[in-house]
């Protein structure tokens, strides 16, 4: 149902049935409609055309910076440094895990009130 209902969405058919929607004329019409190919050839290819959307479409790409990470990130601010949750939970959790170290480490080793030099 969820498919009939998306396909019939995508050609703009209403239809209560998979029947109903293949003999329907919109339907029939653009399954023999013309439609635009990219044609790609091998990884290098698909990397070209992707890079080419990423710039005609303006977004900023970067690398991540945490060490050991390295992914590619694309869109969000122009100053992003590192991957976010939805792009990479396992980056974006060992970053947290670092900064929380890198603070118990400073509260340690951080001299007492009242003792600083
Ligand atoms: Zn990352």
Redesign the pocket.
Known sequence: MYLRHQVGELFGVESNSIDELKGSPEFLQSMTDQTAVVRVFGWVGYFWWEFLQDLSDYKTIGI?E?LG?G?VLTGGHRDRR??TKEE?PE?FRRRNADAQRRSRFNKETAPEPGHEA
């Open positions: 991540c945490r990470c992914s590192f991957c990479n980056c």
